[in-house]
């Protein structure tokens, strides 16, 4: 195949692709076999590596996932990107009527309004840009003014066309979601590596979609309902969504033509309920009118155009009894008010506890003990309790107090002095309590931490409890015959345990650092201060200042961790951790393409070979003469030699000038 059947056959192949991706992501209504999409994906994959002078950034291909970036740049939206004002019953969906007929008639315009209604989806709302027909731009809502870009999260939706059948230019705005079971599953991984939870599908969605690596993004399956094109004269809403179907959008096919509201709350009671058993988060219905030159002579409010509203549906909730509040001791010693309750059902789970995170949040329900409380879960996870039927409380029923002492060790809790504001939470103080020292003994051996794999937080706290290990080094004392035997625990068990903990006693020292479970010194930090200082000695006799000189590090940090190394206790037990333990210590990182090694083959459009292998080396990465199973790019020009078919055989990343340009940039 020569340079100009190449470029054809490419055209051919986007063209088909992009057909079949409509019919299996928008239709759900493949017409052929998965392995012949891979085929034919693969095919167009290995033309545009040969040809990169071809290569398009809204190709299929790049859905995979590009480079990871710093930051998003923001973007100026060209329409406002308004929200609907909200209504809650049937009442308030009249009202909206009236007030709007009476605008029409004013203006003598006597049609009355026909709606369709879609469903609101819980998630995030994108605008899309399309230019001649080629998606250019994805940006988030924002603040209705001022979005974000995240044009390369979002070319990884399948649900998304990169490419339109018609050369046209207009905006596209669309629900971006995600699975209720996605939000399980990641939530259930999170727990296991100690990860904040996503509350809901929404929170999942937007956390997702703001992931500054692209590729994280591609392997969560986000989906994307479109519904509004801005930029093209469409007569009805109705035919703006038959139009965004067949430019390849997906489009919910939940949604209905109501010739009045009366057809429109009959719509709404049947999903009420249907919405708990879709696989998205509902949070109501989007009504909008249908005549498009109806919906424009009623322009817009200050915040909202009058020609759509939202008419939520009611959260989730039921009614049960506060039978107890217990607190619950962190590692750090914040001390969290817990409500237990009588076991109830609430969206599909039975809930006997719920946060009340702190006695201001007591305060502000005003809930007692033996409250009858309102608990909702309104499509989140994580249920709360958000009013309480006071008219149901007992005579003698008597208002929280925060204990003064520590539920574990019984010293005095404390309230902190954040600027000259008293901290939301109280904390325990005491360095040996029992809570905080188990809290901190399971931090240690986390993923994030040691990562000592066989050692679970269950693990952890019956070997606490019999007394097997009462501080860190103690892990590195443990043998075989004190665990076997111990519940759960068989030879191979036992076994697999030793050899898990004798892995950990290499240790990088930013892990390290984390593991020791400083206050307020998270992931990141301990990234930031090992590759400052290269050392665990130098970070230990560090001063105040010294720490506080760290890019990344602030007082409170560098006072904390000052803190930690004075104290007597844990320098002690770091001295005996220290003959237990390996430190190693990372190169310090000195550019965007550290530790990745470079092959370049071809002639490249702009770039010479010695200009690119300098801007490799500048960046803190290495150019190799040939390609091996070590090598992280091949850097393509025009007329690859061999390098380029070694590169195929070993799966090294093949990339033209443009993609390495991004790499640098
Ligand atoms: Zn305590």
Not at 130 to 156: F, H, M, P, Q, S
Not at 320 to 325: D, E, F, V
């Amino acid at each position: 195949m020569d340079k100009k059947e190449a470029k054809v056959r490419i055209s051919v192949l986007r063209k088909t692709l992009e057909k079949h991706r409509f019919l299996y992501h928008v239709k759900d209504a493949p017409i052929i076999l998965d392995e012949a999409y891979d085929t034919l994906l693969n095919e167009l994959d290995n033309l545009e590596k040969k040809y990169p002078e071809f290569d398009n950034p809204m190709s299929p291909t790049h859905r995979v996932g590009g480079t990871p970036i710093d930051h998003f740049e923001k973007v100026r939206h060209t329409i406002p990107q308004w929200s609907f004002d909200n209504v809650f019953d049937f009442e308030g969906l009249q009202n909206w009527e009236e007030r709007n007929i009476t605008i029409l008639k004013k203006a003598e315009i006597n049609k009355s309004p026909t709606y369709v209604t879609e469903m609101k989806i819980d998630g995030l709302k994108i605008i899309l840009t399309y230019e001649k027909g080629i998606l250019v731009r994805g940006a988030t809502r924002g603040d209705g003014e001022i979005g974000e870009d995240i044009t390369e999260n979002v070319k990884t939706i399948k649900s998304i066309p990169l490419i339109l059948p018609e050369e046209i230019s207009m905006t596209v705005i669309g629900e971006a979601w995600m699975k209720k079971k996605d939000l399980e599953k990641i939530n259930k991984e999170r727990a296991k590596n100690e990860m904040a939870l996503y509350a809901n599908t929404r929170n999942l969605t937007a956390g997702t979609l703001r992931q500054l690596d692209p590729k994280i993004v591609a392997s969560r399956n986000i989906q994307l309902f479109a519904y509004d094109i801005e930029g093209l004269k469409v007569k009805s809403q109705e035919k703006e969504l038959e139009l965004l179907e067949r430019f390849g959008f997906l489009v919910n096919d939940d949604r209905k033509y109501c010739k009045n509201l009366k057809e429109v709350q009959t719509f709404y009671d049947k999903w009420k309920n249907k919405r708990l058993n879709e696989n998205y988060g509902i949070d109501g219905l989007v009504i909008k009118i249908n005549e498009r030159d109806i919906w424009d002579e009623l322009g817009y409010t200050a915040k909202s155009p009058r020609g759509g509203i939202a008419y939520k549906f009611p959260a989730e909730v039921v009614v049960t009894k506060l039978n107890s509040i217990t607190l619950q001791v962190g590692r750090t010693g914040a001390i969290t008010p817990v409500a237990e309750l009588a076991p109830v059902l609430l969206a599909g789970s039975i809930v006997k506890r719920a946060t009340l995170h702190n006695i201001d949040e007591i305060k502000r329900l005003g809930v007692r003990v033996g409250d009858t409380v309102y608990l909702r879960k309104a499509g989140d996870v994580i249920p709360e309790i958000f009013d309480v039927m006071k008219d149901m409380r007992k005579k003698n029923a008597k208002e929280f107090v925060m204990p003064d002492k520590c539920p574990e060790c019984e010293s005095e809790l404390v309230r902190e002095k954040s600027g000259k504001e008293l901290s939301v939470a109280f904390y325990c103080k005491n360095k040996s309590c029992p809570a905080k020292h188990l809290e901190g003994l399971i931090h240690f051996v986390s993923k994030k931490g040691l990562n000592i794999e066989e050692l679970g937080e269950r693990t952890v706290e019956l070997f606490h409890d019999i007394g097997l290990i009462t501080d860190f080094s103690s892990i590195f004392k443990l043998k075989k015959e004190d665990i076997e035997g111990l519940e759960g625990f068989g030879e191979k068990s036992a076994d697999n345990l030793i050899k898990s903990i004798e892995k950990s006693r290499i240790v990088p020292l930013h892990r390290f650092l984390f593991a020791l479970g400083i206050r307020h010194t998270g992931e990141q930090t301990a990234k930031d201060i090992a590759y400052h200082f290269g050392n665990f000695e130098k970070i230990r006799k560090a001063s105040f200042e010294e720490l506080s000189n760290v890019e990344g590090v602030g007082e409170k940090v560098a006072q904390s961790i000052c803190e930690f190394f004075a104290d007597a206790k844990n320098s002690q037990e770091i001295d005996l951790l220290l003959k237990e333990l390996k430190i190693t210590t990372e190169k310090k990182n000195i550019g965007k393409l550290n530790n990745l090694t470079f092959v370049i083959t071809g002639t490249l459009p702009t770039l010479s070979r010695d200009e690119a292998k300098d801007l490799i080396e500048k960046n803190g990465g290495h150019v190799s003469s040939s390609v091996s199973s070590k090598t992280n790019y091949l850097l393509c020009g025009e007329n690859a030699g061999s390098k380029y078919d070694d590169a195929v055989k070993f799966g090294t990343k093949i990339i033209n000038e443009d993609e390495f340009k991004k790499l640098v940039k």
